[in-house]
């Protein structure tokens, strides 16, 4: 909000904190799509490569779990590459991710070292997967303390940056409501290719595409009189668990 | 959100709901007198004049009902004056202002004829002021009907305009989670000037400028890298039913 | 659940209390065509018509109240017959239904001459809708009331039925979560028929096919070890807001 | 729900998570005998036997900790088998029970040899006791682990078992709300047997007595036309977190 | 609480605002029989008899309106002179009990005459009853307007007192959560006696003796060190909406 | 509540569980002050210094980290000195806090050596502040343990204290809601004077000022007939999580 018309020496920098490989292109492909669109840096930690928990097609084919880890890397990548953002992989095994100080601490590190002007992560709750509210807690927890001065490590302390949660895959049993909901549909066919490159989870493309076209409607639905809109709005839908800093009540 | 560079045929409209007299100054002065030294229109339909629930210090100095309407009319229109806002009074009754069809019915019009592009009213809850909740569901209700085609009445219908919930006086026991923090400080002077025109109710001018002095210690702490605010930047504190429509996360 | 072997004089009764002529059919059709397909009783009562709320088509291409009424009652009358059930109309006024003792009243009669074994309604929130609650209050007021012996008018008292709220359209934003999902596959083709009858809001059939889609699989997703389930399951999303009655944990 | 009129193979099959040797017995004693007396196979998974936190009986005789073990696991074993279940215990030691990876691997051993079609565990909440919640969180974590095929170990992958749970001591101070009232009158007698296999904690056998006659009254109250139901119905009250999957509205 | 030892004028006061005759008996009675004990003053304000939703059995026996109301009045009063109150009846009418302006302004001149140090009312949800969520929502609003010194009317205006919601049949369906345990043992003699003054209703002199020794079970557990407690400690618990006034943490 | 006129053998122990230095005397100063004044221990059990989240100001002159421990803790004896308690350094590191068995284990030899009649602590949510919610989970769970016979240890089992929660930085951000307003009009000067003690914290000795003004208030609008309260009365606000213990309602 405060990114004036400065001479613009450094780019705005977002940082998507992700439990599995996939997460970050069916929750927020457009969000992280549209920020590189605009010229910001987009930076994905990448907690795990979901390699036990949502790889169940690789297991049943008898695959091994680093042939399994190095297809999701190589998939993930590429989904990264296509919306124009770097990822970073932990490695930190899943199901269970297990929240430690040692997995915070390097997350404290990408938060000074990426300096985010926004965050993007999974929401609290979520029934069907522990993983993600672990990747939750360790999100926030490292966004506190990568602000404070006495925190040790490399790197300048951050600012408070604004957080967005992401949608989980069953949202009314994860206590989810739509409080943003964002517009993608000039980077749509972007977000679509960054899903066509998660060959082994070929069955969630219409799935996310039809989630698209309804969080759309909606969005349509609250836009006040919005002429300009297209019939075939896109959106994806975020939840914003600290205060928004307006200019302007819009 | 969808007010790009179009040809300005009409100002964009803001519309507040309010039960008694004062509430429009000293909860959403700073965002009305920010829509209008941006050029908006603000209409204030003011529900009743706070006749009995708010205007002890007349009743002890032993006045009617009539000069007290009188005298909280004239110090409203002064301070909408001072805000650049203009307020329409309803005369319905306060303590109890009792929810209507035929009120809400007047609603319905001032919504067609205003077309807002944005609301404010009350929250929901208010366990020492009856008056408040009552105001919010008529506001709610008639933002509904004044959608509806088959609504009958004179005037267009029009679009799903976002919410504001304004600030109760005792926000913690009435529910309120600031959702939005506005910036005001750019309009301060302006809406103390406002204030100051409710001579009755003197001891408030310093308690809501103390309120938008922590509401901006509170922006501050949540805006991320926020080297450009003011010292002493002052804000003022929303919720917001509805999602909100986005072209970017920030 | 105490419907057992017993000579069945009386069929089993399901009372739909809906607010508009269509909510019935997207809402609730595959729960009221399983309870038709049984051989049991099911009775719709509708308070409205939907005639300004809900018809937006017709006031747009220059019809007059009554006749849109007539349009709606007929639609929602083949819609019921396709689906094995019987709808009454209670011509109360739509946007805004307004909750009256007279109307509960009427409720109470409907409660006592259909004696249901099951009620469906609307659930308590919906912040798109206000006819929607207003439905719920009463429905839920009759039922209490035509509980009490000392409750004047015709009929005898009934039972303390089970109540179920069906999906209403933006669940997240009305508090709704699934609590009971419903598997409507073998009375699918049925439902989409009673759809169809529905000409004037055709772009909601795929809408409501999609979500059967969706609550299927999640259906799947909860249902255990479910080797029977077919392919493509159907299914309706209800909350239940008291205590379900069980001989056995499942 | 599932569980039609095929050749029956395999029994169904019941797991129950608890913290302490005497929890299944109060609060789960009637959903085990019922399940035992329809030929099926109960497992409970007992963590610890209570012996600091739920035998201050044994201490304040000046009895040893091994000793207390012994006569816990004595008296849980002679109500399981009064029961008709089969009781396994973990030893992790309570006050405080501690969740632990290890621990929660152990579990999804158990759920994968069990199999089970039904899961009872302890509620999220308990302000006076926290080996309640340790227990409910390594039961779902491990349920959820236990379904996935890359998660390594003995056994074959789980179907998604429906969760209860039961009914902790101070149900208000736990968020705990009946959402299913199981009728154990027909078992009643096995239950109050368990019961008074608990030596140590006789004044506890009125109270869960008094309980299932509270329950029961409840049950009838909301049972709709209960002509058939017992005057001393007894019952058991369970939350159930995930939705219920049904074939029919009852 | 601020009622030191000045030279008492006025003894202290409560104000009980019920919907149906039998209420503060069930529910309040140890309370008030504790203030009346103390030497203080305590009102019941009585909605309706209960004529119509809570004498079944009268209505069973063939008995007629005017005769069941009379019976409840009487039962009532010597209940009433049992605990040492005074009842006032509005004969309002009962299922429903309908909220009016009338009724609340009535219950305004009560609190102006009583000018209460306390009261008590119903919580604000009974799904199983909405005559007390009508009662509750009068007592609070009157108990605003009777503050304001311009709402017309006899007497003067009153302080804010505080306020308890006694508890409801279904504690756990109706949102009750005891924040208070009030030690009733010392009248507890004379609230049974009460109880049995409503002969109509003898199957609940046992239920509600049960329900005091469970609160007073939860006292103890609650008390801190407790060696002055009598081994049956009898309790009522209640809740508090309004924050506690105190000059000392205990 | 229960601290009669024996003869007082033992004085009355209040104790304190706080993550930081300077927690215990913004958040409970006054009731700290208050118990001392009336001749009661009270202890401070103190888990960290401080040293990294508190700290900035020291950090940015360029401190190193025993350095900056040790004036904090300089800091708080006076501080603590000044209000009449003994304060305990765990100096278990802060930024984060971490909740773990042993630091757990420690609570509960302080519990035992204290005998505590009440308990204060920080409440169970703060988004912006991990180490507050670790502190209240290990208070909570160490006042469980220490009432527990089997619990190996030194000193003797406790009873079970009422518990307050005092108001965090953000109240409305972290779900707080005064539920107890305590008067500290008496001992404010006390509280100022410990809070002058915290010199690298100069910009919140106003901040605490105004808001002991504020609940001051808010305690007045809350009191009932309040004749005797003072103009400006200063007040410190508390949540309960557990039920009052009540001899009258007040």
Redesign the interface.
């Known amino acids: 909000?405060?990114?004036?018309n400065a001479p613009a020496a450094t780019p705005r920098s977002?940082l998507v904190v992700t439990a599995h490989a996939g997460d970050f292109v069916w929750r927020a492909g457009g969000?992280i799509a549209?920020?590189a669109a605009?010229g910001e840096k987009v930076t994905i930690a990448c907690l795990t490569f979901g390699?036990?928990?949502e790889?169940?097609k690789a297991?049943?084919e008898g695959r091994k779990?680093e042939e399994?880890k190095a297809i999701r890397r190589e998939e993930a990548e590429q989904a990264a590459a296509a919306l124009g953002a770097e990822v970073r992989f932990f490695d930190a095994g899943d199901?269970?991710l297990?929240a430690t100080?040692e997995l915070?601490d390097r997350l404290v590190e990408v938060y000074r070292a990426t300096?985010p002007?926004?965050v993007?992560t999974h929401p609290v709750e979520d029934?069907?997967?522990?993983d993600h509210p672990a990747a939750n807690r360790m999100a926030?927890?490292a966004r506190?303390?990568a602000q404070?001065?006495?925190?040790p490590g490399p790197g300048g302390i951050?600012?408070?940056?604004?957080v967005?949660y992401f949608e989980p895959h069953?949202?009314?049993?994860s206590g989810?409501?739509?409080?943003?909901?964002?517009?993608i549909t000039e980077v749509w066919e972007t977000k679509r290719r960054a899903m066509e490159c998660l060959a082994a989870q070929q069955h969630l493309w219409d799935y996310y595409t039809?989630l698209a076209v309804?969080r759309g409607v909606?969005?349509k639905?609250?836009?006040?009189?919005?002429?300009?809109?297209p019939h075939r709005t896109m959106a994806e839908?975020?939840m914003?668990?600290?205060?928004?800093?307006?200019?302007?009540?819009?």
Chains 1, 2, 3, 4, 5, 6 share one sequence.
């Open positions: 909000m405060t990114h004036g977002t969000a549209l920020a605009r390699e036990r928990g790889s169940a297991w049943r779990l399994i199901y269970p297990t100080p915070t300096q002007d926004v993007l029934p069907y997967n522990g926030l927890e506190v303390l404070a001065i006495g925190y951050i600012g408070a940056p604004p967005f069953q949202p009314e049993m989810f409501r739509p409080e943003v909901l964002l517009d039809d309804r909606q969005l639905r609250n836009a006040g009189p919005n002429l300009g809109l839908a975020f914003r668990p600290f205060p928004q800093i307006a200019k302007e009540l819009a």
